[in-house]
DNA sequence: CTGTTAGCGCCTTCAG
DNA sequence: CTGAAGGCGCTAACAG
């Protein structure tokens, strides 16, 4: 248990002033090479470490190399795959970043963010749990520390924000399908009520549009966007009367996980006899489902340009005051589902 | 952007001097009901936010609440878990962790041990990068912050450490496969220089032993720890005359790896033909692979008792100043290779 | 180019 | 129970 090393025992060991060796430490060009060399060695063999803690207090525009990140649930790999892209991002900047899992707790979350502030952050990336509502933000807007959101928003919050790109990864969905063989999809899931919602729709509408595809009243079916919302919806939708749908776009995975169970209730193989495409919100066990290709986005890409983005507002001190909606690039996991039945409008009788 | 807000600001709104602010801060019982009641309204009205780098510059005793985790791999899922494991326990004892993720690279490891240092950790748990060497944590550790090693050793490192029971752990596998049928189990991977290879060895023949099986000579193949190493071994096992193997516990899973690629080459389907157990050390796409049998640790739980560890030791002041071997519970995680066929011998002729 | 002086925000005596 | 003074390790101005 060694005494600490500070500035002062390294001027005596060199034999010159603290402010010559606070200048050597922030490697300025102004110390003799001479002096400089000296330095260095003391600190060498004191073995002293930088205390910026301190150097911190001292500065006037006193931002912190630390940025804090909150992620929602960090066992899920999606999370853990996006922590890293910001890790390697915030890294190679000379920030170190603290990592907290809310798990979903709101109240984890606020004390976890509560305590990144008195340690001291510079910037804060979150990946809010749900139930997040802009007054949980509030505070720390106001206090001008840089806040990006990713993965998911958060109405009314003033900050910068990271989401997927909904329309897009809805018209690419569609595409996909209609290359597949299917001409009859519907869209499955979600209410009106939400912006994610209106984007994925609109995305659908003109993927149907641009295939020259027909669009059916019928085979848009509001649902709750869960896992039971989603074996709902399959079912109003099979009963309905008139061209059977083959294949269906969800709001995202949990309505996914529901079509397949109402699929399987009607002995039906999902993937074989029904192509089903889900967006990659919910993100979870996408690995044991083979039979469900979703609309994703590279974790770590999105990690990367989330850190990018908080880094980029804390070094130039310019909190972007206006919500910023990024895209990212979206990609198609899998494409199973080649192998649509042409005879499945039988099945549905 | 607000100006940062301080113990005056706060002394002079609540109309009482600093040190009573400070009293308060600490939550003391010295202070006046009424008085304390002003102080926190003011720390309300005045969004205060407490600075503990100051606070931790003054106090003479200076530990930060914050601990430093170093991984090897985030995106591999069980580091993922160890972490969580981690972050909850470094929570619930209102620390906060700076995290970073080494990707295997010593260099990067070396550069965020030093930042975290720069930045004041209390203590540091790190899952080592490969080649790590007891040298890279001379400096922190006689710097007196505890520092805990998780899941991999580095020989020769006076530091606590968290691995998993070799010797129970083979025990448990022996007993596994005995209880599926097998007569003729394999060791297979590693050499004699390391301590694992040993515990884990003298558990393979404790395991015989105890289930009343003859230990054969030529059953203990020597090869490297990789999966290169795996295939060598199996190659050598299946063309051994007398009574073939049925079965094999493997050093760690990237030996276990290597025999299912020889046990291919061999025409031989792995957890139908030939069972094998692995020791979940690399642990790297283990999901993929639903036919080995690992013996692992609980990840969330090792996580956990590393944060306690680090915890304890940091609250309590004394580092462990001996290696301490820590144990942790060891689950059998799939019991696939119920079908062993009888005849394998034939295949091995 | 180097040394001196004065704090950053907080906590600790030590008197009142 | 409260106020005044000092200093943690560092850097910002100044002088030299």
């Given at each position: 248990?060694?005494?600490?090393?500070?500035?002062?025992?390294?001027?005596?060991?060199?034999?010159?002033?603290?402010?010559?060796?606070?200048?050597?430490?922030?490697?300025?060009?102004?110390?003799?090479?001479?002096?400089?060399?000296?330095?260095?060695?003391?600190?060498?063999?004191?073995?002293?470490?930088?205390?910026?803690g301190?150097?911190?207090?001292?500065?006037?525009?006193?931002?912190?190399?630390?940025?804090?990140?909150v992620?929602?649930?960090?066992?899920?790999?999606?999370?853990?795959?996006?922590t890293?892209?910001?890790?390697?991002?915030?890294?190679?900047?000379?920030?170190?970043?603290?990592?907290?899992?809310?798990?979903?707790?709101?109240?984890?979350?606020?004390?976890?963010?509560?305590?990144?502030?008195?340690?001291?952050?510079?910037?804060?990336?979150?990946?809010?749990?749900?139930?997040?509502?802009?007054?949980?933000?509030?505070?720390?807007?106001?206090?001008?520390?840089p806040?990006?959101?990713?993965?998911?928003?958060?109405?009314?919050?003033?900050?910068?924000?990271?989401?997927?790109?909904?329309?897009?990864?809805?018209?690419?969905?569609?595409?996909?399908?209609?290359?597949?063989?299917?001409?009859?999809?519907?869209?499955?899931?979600?209410?009106?009520?939400?912006?994610?919602?209106?984007?994925?729709?609109?995305?659908?509408?003109?993927?149907?549009?641009?295939?020259g595809?027909?669009?059916?009243?019928?085979?848009?079916?509001?649902?709750?966007?869960?896992?039971?919302?989603?074996?709902?919806?399959?079912?109003?939708?099979?009963?309905?009367?008139?061209?059977?749908?083959?294949?269906?776009?969800?709001?995202?995975?949990?309505?996914?996980?529901?079509?397949?169970?109402?699929?399987?209730?009607?002995?039906?193989?999902?993937?074989?006899?029904?192509?089903?495409?889900?967006?990659?919100?919910?993100?979870?066990?996408?690995?044991?489902?083979?039979?469900?290709?979703?609309?994703?986005?590279?974790?770590?890409?999105?990690?990367?340009?989330?850190a990018?983005?908080?880094?980029?507002?804390?070094?130039s001190?310019?909190?972007?005051?206006?919500?910023?909606?990024?895209?990212?690039?979206?990609?198609?996991?899998?494409?199973?589902?080649?192998?649509?039945?042409?005879?499945?409008s039988?099945?549905?009788?």
């Amino acid at each position: 248990m060694q005494e600490r090393v500070t500035v002062i025992d390294l001027a005596r060991r060199a034999g010159v002033s603290k402010s010559t060796v606070s200048l050597v430490l922030q490697g300025s060009e102004l110390v003799h090479a001479t002096t400089r060399e000296k330095v260095q060695a003391a600190i060498r063999e004191l073995g002293y470490i930088y205390n910026r803690g301190a150097a911190n207090l001292r500065q006037h525009k006193s931002k912190t190399k630390i940025v804090g990140i909150v992620v929602n649930d960090l066992t899920n790999g999606f999370f853990a795959e996006l922590t890293v892209g910001m890790d390697a991002t915030v890294q190679a900047s000379g920030f170190v970043q603290f990592l907290a899992n809310s798990g979903e707790s709101v109240d984890r979350q606020r004390e976890v963010i509560a305590s990144m502030r008195e340690h001291g952050i510079a910037g804060l990336i979150i990946s809010p749990a749900r139930g997040t509502e802009a007054a949980d933000l509030k505070s720390i807007v106001a206090s001008g520390i840089p806040v990006v959101l990713v993965v998911r928003d958060v109405v009314g919050a003033k900050v910068s924000t990271l989401l997927s790109e909904n329309y897009e990864g809805t018209r690419a969905a569609v595409r996909h399908l209609v290359d597949l063989g299917h001409r009859q999809i519907a869209f499955l899931g979600g209410f009106s009520d939400t912006h994610v919602f209106t984007e994925r729709v609109q995305g659908y509408v003109d993927g149907l549009a641009e295939a020259g595809l027909e669009r059916r009243e019928g085979f848009l079916v509001n649902a709750a966007p869960s896992r039971a919302g989603g074996a709902e919806a399959i079912e109003r939708l099979l009963s309905q009367r008139g061209p059977a749908a083959t294949a269906a776009v969800c709001l995202n995975d949990a309505v996914a996980f529901g079509v397949f169970d109402g699929l399987r209730r009607r002995r039906l193989e999902p993937g074989v006899d029904f192509s089903v495409v889900g967006f990659d919100d919910v993100i979870e066990a996408r690995t044991a489902v083979p039979a469900l290709t979703t609309v994703s986005v590279d974790p770590q890409a999105m990690g990367q340009r989330a850190a990018q983005l908080v880094l980029k507002q804390v070094l130039s001190g310019r909190v972007e005051a206006e919500a910023i909606r990024t895209s990212v690039r979206l990609v198609v996991r899998q494409s199973t589902a080649a192998l649509v039945r042409p005879d499945i409008s039988e099945v549905t009788a």
